[in-house]
T-cell receptor, first 112, second 116 residues
Framework: EAQVTQNPRYLITVTGKKLTVTCSQNMNHEYMSWYRQDPGLGLRQIYYSMNVEVTDKGDVPEGYKVSRKEKRNFPLILESPSPNQTSLYFC???????????FGPGTRLTVT | QQQVKQSPQSLIVQKGGISIINCAYENTAFDYFPWYQQFPGKGPALLIAIRPDVSEKKEGRFTISFNKSAKQFSLHIMDSQPGDSATYFCAASTHASGGSNYKLTFGKGTLLTVNP
């Protein structure tokens, strides 16, 4: 089944404890992206990757890092999480940027 | 700076009625306008999309109307059904290559409730 998977689906952590949210797609997509969804703010793009060689910042990259060492995986790294990073995070992928983006099921992160 | 403004924030419609959600954009370089539908507990999924070379696109009960001069586009859901109850997001991007043009900018979303 073609899909985007994220792990974990739920995570509660404490301020400053490094964490990684994994994202994997099995559709051989070039483009991958991370979004955060907050009430009243909609979806905001954190980082995107055109392919394994190109990664760039979205609209809200502060406090986040990403890595694209292989086409199928695009982990989101929070080196020192803070409470304002409490949010619902979505990973998405598409054949390339100009095609439909397929979203993962989301990761609900709480930072206390 | 919010580049895509979506309204209303929430909408309640009776079964069989027409749901209308509006979006306005500022960046004239935007040339791709998708709408995403999100059910509770799920990720967004593409519903329908339009490019500015046409003024309207229809897929089943869903229609996008696009007004390039006004920099506005809207989603119309005809014969709305309870199963259409979801959050709807408009979005915009540019297909120009290079620079920071590979971003998809979303509106803040509209929570649609269709009463039976």
């Amino acid at each position: 089944e073609a899909q985007v998977t994220q792990n974990p689906r739920y995570l509660i952590t404490v301020t400053g404890k490094k964490l990684t949210v994994t994202c994997s797609q099995n559709m051989n997509h070039e483009y991958m992206s991370w979004y955060r969804q907050d009430p009243g703010l909609g979806l905001r793009q954190i980082y995107y990757s055109m392919n394994v060689e190109v990664t760039d910042k979205g609209d809200v990259p502060e406090g986040y890092k990403v890595s694209r060492k292989e086409k199928r995986n695009f982990p989101l790294i929070l080196e020192s999480p803070s409470p304002n990073q409490t949010s619902l995070y979505f990973c998405a992928s598409s054949l390339n940027f100009w095609y439909e983006q397929y979203f993962g099921p989301g990761t609900r992160l709480t930072v206390t | 700076q919010q580049q895509v403004k979506q309204s209303p924030q929430s909408l309640i419609v009776q079964k069989g009625g027409i749901s209308i959600i509006n979006c306005a954009y500022e960046n004239t370089a935007f040339d791709y306008f998708p709408w995403y539908q999100q059910f509770p507990g799920k990720g967004p999924a593409l519903l329908i999309a339009i490019r500015p070379d046409v003024s309207e696109k229809k897929e089943g009960r869903f229609t996008i109307s696009f007004n390039k001069s006004a920099k506005q586009f809207s989603l119309h859901i005809m014969d709305s059904q309870p199963g259409d109850s979801a959050t709807y997001f408009c979005a915009a991007s540019t297909h120009a290559s290079g620079g920071s043009n590979y971003k998809l900018t979303f509106g803040k979303g509209t929570l649609l409730t269709v009463n039976p």
